[in-house]
Nanobody
Framework: QVRLVESGGGLVQAGDSLRLSCTGS????????VGWVRQAPGKDREFLAR????????DYADSAKGRFIISRDSAKNTVDLQLNNLKPEDTARYYC???????????????WGQGTQVTVSS
């Protein structure tokens, strides 16, 4: 089974960019579909983006399209989420998640990381 660890969060100002990284251990991340989900205080978890195991397909939530970019680096065993033009409403804890069905873009996530906090000041 795979273990996921997120990194790259922090405190930034509106308009700044951040690059979050999800590092897998125990198994190659290429064996999993991997996505990013965030949760703000008092709100439900919100899907942002996911990428298939082969990297051939991606899917984005409307809130992420045009500002966030998901990518994977098999050599580093990571899946990154580039966050651009951040807004205060992007403040949340960002989680990496993996599905055991690597090429099914709609599959449920089976494994979760502990998350990394992103705080955007105005």
């Amino acid at each position: 089974q795979v273990r996921l660890v997120e990194s790259g969060g922090g405190l930034v100002q509106a308009g700044d960019s951040l690059r979050l990284s999800c590092t897998g251990s125990g198994r190659p991340l290429s064996e999993y579909g991997v996505g990013w989900v965030r949760q703000a205080p008092g709100k439900d978890r919100e899907f942002l983006a996911r990428i298939t195991g082969s990297g051939s397909a991606t899917d984005y939530a409307d809130s992420a399209k045009g500002r966030f970019i998901i990518s994977r680096d098999s050599a580093k065993n990571t899946v990154d989420l580039q966050l651009n033009n951040l807004k205060p409403e992007d403040t949340a804890r960002y989680y990496c998640a993996a599905s055991v069905w690597p090429e099914i873009i709609t599959a449920e996530f089976d494994y979760w990381g502990q998350g990394t906090q992103v705080t955007v000041s105005s």
